[in-house]
C-alpha cells in the first residue's frame, strides 16, 4: 500500500512534465514560435519593402545584385528563410524573379521591379535564367514581357 502512494504522485508529476515539453515544443516549431536555428526564432515581420542581397557562385560575370522587394507577402517568405529553421516558412525560397528593367547604372545593367518580385519553389523552366544571362542583353528580357527567375543564393537583407 505504501508504494502506490509514492508511485501516484511520481506518476501524475511525469505526465504533467510530459504535458508541458509536448505544448512547448509544438509553440516552438509554430511560425515565431521559439523554433529556428541560432535560437532566435524567426523575426518578426511587418512586412516593409526590404533589399536581399543575391550572392554569385559565377566568376563569368559581376553576379552579385541586391533585389528591391516590395510586396509584404514577399519580404516575409524572404525574412523567413533567411532567419529561421527553412522547414517551418510558408515557401521554400528556391527561385527569386520578377519584370526585368534595364537600368545602366546598375552593376549588370538592370534590376527587377520591385513590385513584382516574387519568391517560389518551383517555376516554368522556360522562365528560369541567370544573373548573367540577363546581363548579357537586358533589353531582351526587360521586352519579353514577363517574369523572369535566377536561382535564389539569398544570403542577408536589410530594409529600405
Known sequence: MKASRTITPLFVFSLAMAMILAVSF???KKPGGGGGHGGGGQ????????????????????ADMWIQIE?????CDVICWLTTNQRDCPTRVYWIG???????SAPNGFRFDPATVR???VTEEGSQTSICQIASNPTYYANAGRNWWISANLDQYQPL
Not at 71 to 75: A, F, I, L, N
Open 26 to 28: 509544438a509553440d516552438a
Open 71 to 75: 510586396d509584404s507577402t514577399t519580404v
Open 98 to 104: 520578377g519584370k526585368v528593367v534595364v537600368d545602366p
Open 119 to 121: 519568391v517560389a519553389e
Open 43 to 62: 523575426q518578426a515581420c511587418d512586412g516593409q519593402p526590404i533589399e536581399a542581397h543575391q550572392a554569385s557562385y559565377s566568376s563569368s560575370c559581376n
